[in-house]
């Protein structure tokens, strides 16, 4: 489990401070798939990079499965057990070959080069790239450069994998593909997930909806519960799911059609 | 014609072992004034176009023509630089100056416009784009948020008020009104006669916007029309990695099911009023 405690973290200081996170509680618990919306600038990166100690609370604490990330012995193990994928891969391309930079992670973790090969073969597929081993990272296109990202994170197989907008430059079948493996592996190997992003489409798949508003959590719940109340969410700047915006306006001119409705499944379904 | 693509062609790095053929004989024409839409899957070589557009690449083979005179033959492709503005896809590869205020004026300057009218252009583009002056100007833009630094992006570039505005992936990483404000701003100023093409994965929030989609496929152009042309190609759509606007594909589930639509609408009214029409059918 995951748990910040009364967590507030502020870059800069004095007449430059900007408090990006304000009193966050939130305990992200094993085996969750949980989104976490927000307008930009909101803080969800800034509360990612809490999640595995890349930063350090300015005030409270950050503690993973009973390890604070403020315990500078405890910081390796807590970067094993999350996983991050950024929000630019560039940020994340370390070596000159897909499969090297894939590889970095399990190295460091001293694992043997046969189970290196493996998960690197293992992931690529995953990520649809295994024709692209030996190519260079900074050589692939925006959407291909992300895939990698997220092959590089699995492969160092975390208990918990926080991915910050990380399928947005993916095309809509590699992004819903990329979220349905996210979906499988968090059902099937029970790996916490926590998806960070601006699509709302996305909240169908969660089990639990986060939302952030200038550095606080405004909303927490299911997706359903979350989405019940519209115009506060649109008012702060995240978009409905838009199947849910065609039922609100076939409900407008008239029609009966519960306030529930996430996909565009679900509405072909209420209509017929 | 104000820009015209002859049978080219890019290949990153030739006659070596990682040679990659990016884009394979392309004729594109584009109208003075159009709005145009370019998709594709991931990889099809859509970055790489708007780049040699904006002449940051140079064709391995065939000819780019704006207005009338060849790039790098007739026309010195510095000139073009300066009518042709690209937003990255990444904003991180654009963004280098140590203020905001610095990075958005850094375009406008090079035009060699007077520091008054470059400051005008600065508060007027961080504006249009939804980031407060005072608020931003002084700040560096490598500490803003991703969709903040995306935002600065776009404003550098609208602050040159290029002739043919290019933007790659603009509204990917912004929030609701981020993206609203970028589509509605864009949108104006092509009204006003500016040519843009927009490179785009949504096709929900461009569908209603462009005149025109282009979808390349394995770096070559697959698809070239009208909007709801295009989008009629759901299943070839899909057989490559794309979507249809949601409204499209809502009406094609629909009509699956045995009801009366026609699927030519994209935007928001006509599908609402031809499903509730086909509702009060059945
Ligand atoms: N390195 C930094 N230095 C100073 N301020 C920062 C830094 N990074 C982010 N900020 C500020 O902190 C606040 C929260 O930023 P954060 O990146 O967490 O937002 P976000 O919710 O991830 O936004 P986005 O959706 O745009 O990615 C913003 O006001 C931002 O400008
Ligand atoms: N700098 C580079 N060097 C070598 N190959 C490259 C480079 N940039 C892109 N490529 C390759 O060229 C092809 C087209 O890439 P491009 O970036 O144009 O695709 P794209 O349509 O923009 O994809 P995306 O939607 O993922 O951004 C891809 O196969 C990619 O691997
Ligand atoms: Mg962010
Ligand atoms: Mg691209």
């Given at each position: ?18 408090t990006a996170l304000n009193n966050i ?11 976490i919306l927000g307008p930009n600038g909101s803080g969800k990166?800034t509360l ?161 909806v986060l939302v952030l508003s200038e550095g606080r959590i405004i909303k927490d ?5 979350v ?5 506060e969410l649109k008012a702060i700047g995240v ?34 | ?174 929030d609701y009104w ?105």
């Amino acid at each position: 489990m995951i748990q910040l405690n009364n967590v507030s973290f502020h870059y800069g200081k004095d007449k430059e401070k900007i408090t990006a996170l304000n009193n966050i509680d939130l305990t992200i618990n094993e085996g969750e798939f949980a989104v976490i919306l927000g307008p930009n600038g909101s803080g969800k990166s800034t509360l990612a990079r809490h999640m595995n100690g890349l930063l350090i609370p300015s005030q409270g604490e950050v503690v993973v499965d009973g390890l604070s990330t403020r315990d500078q012995d405890a910081l390796w193990q807590v970067r094993q057990k999350v996983g991050m994928v950024f929000q630019n891969p560039d940020n994340q391309i370390i070596a000159t070959s897909v499969e090297e930079d894939i590889a970095f992670g399990p190295e460091n973790l001293g694992l043997d080069p046969k189970e290196i090969r493996k998960r690197i073969d293992e992931t690529l597929k995953i990520v649809g790239m295994e024709n692209y081993a030996r190519h260079e990272p900074h050589m692939l296109s925006g959407g291909q450069k992300q895939r990698v990202a997220i092959a590089g994170a699995l492969a160092m197989r975390p208990k918990y994998l926080v991915v910050d907008e990380a399928t947005s430059m993916l095309d809509p079948e590699g992004s819903s593909s990329m979220l349905s493996t996210l979906k499988q592996l968090n059902k099937n190997y029970g790996i916490t997930v926590v998806n960070i992003t601006h699509i709302s489409d996305e909240v169908a798949l969660a089990d639990r909806v986060l939302v952030l508003s200038e550095g606080r959590i405004i909303k927490d719940g299911p997706p359903r519960e979350v989405f019940s109340d519209l115009d506060e969410l649109k008012a702060i700047g995240v978009g409905v799911p838009k199947a849910r915006l065609i039922a609100e306006e076939l409900i407008a001119v008239g029609l009966k059609l519960p306030r529930a409705i996430l996909t565009i499944d679900e509405l072909v379904n209420a209509l017929c | 014609m104000l820009i015209e693509m002859m049978n080219v062609s890019f290949t990153y790095m030739p006659n070596t072992s990682l040679e990659q053929l990016a884009l394979q004989s392309i004729n594109l024409g584009i109208d003075e004034g159009e709005f145009i839409g370019l998709i594709g899957p991931t990889g099809s070589g859509k970055s790489t176009l708007v780049q040699l557009l904006s002449t940051l690449l140079i064709p391995t083979e065939g000819k780019i023509i704006f207005e009338g005179q060849e790039i790098g033959k007739d026309i010195d492709p510095r000139i073009i630089r300066k009518e042709v503005g690209l937003v990255f896809q990444f904003p991180e590869s654009q963004l280098f100056a140590e203020t905001v205020a610095d990075d958005v004026a850094f375009g406008p300057r090079n035009l060699g416009l007077s520091e008054e009218e470059v400051d005008l252009r600065v508060r007027d583009s961080l504006g249009s784009v939804g980031l407060a002056y005072e608020r931003y100007a002084d700040r560096s833009p490598f500490s803003l948020s991703g969709g903040e630094k995306r935002l600065v992006a776009i404003a550098g570039i609208l602050a040159m008020k290029p002739h043919v505005l290019i933007l790659d992936e603009p509204i990917t990483g912004l929030d609701y009104w981020g993206r609203t404000r970028v589509l509605r701003c864009i949108d104006e100023l092509n009204r006003n006669g500016m040519t843009v093409i927009i490179v785009a994965h949504d096709m929900d929030e461009i569908a209603e916007y462009v005149d025109r989609v282009a979808v390349l496929s394995e770096g070559q152009i697959v698809l070239d029309g009208r909007p709801k042309d295009v989008f009629s190609q759901i299943d070839y759509l899909k057989d490559i990695g794309l979507d249809v606007p949601k409204t499209v594909e809502l009406l094609m589930k629909l009509r699956d099911r045995g009801f009366n639509v026609t699927v030519e609408s994209l935007g928001m009214q006509p599908a609402i009023s031809a499903i509730l029409a086909a509702v009060k059918e059945k």
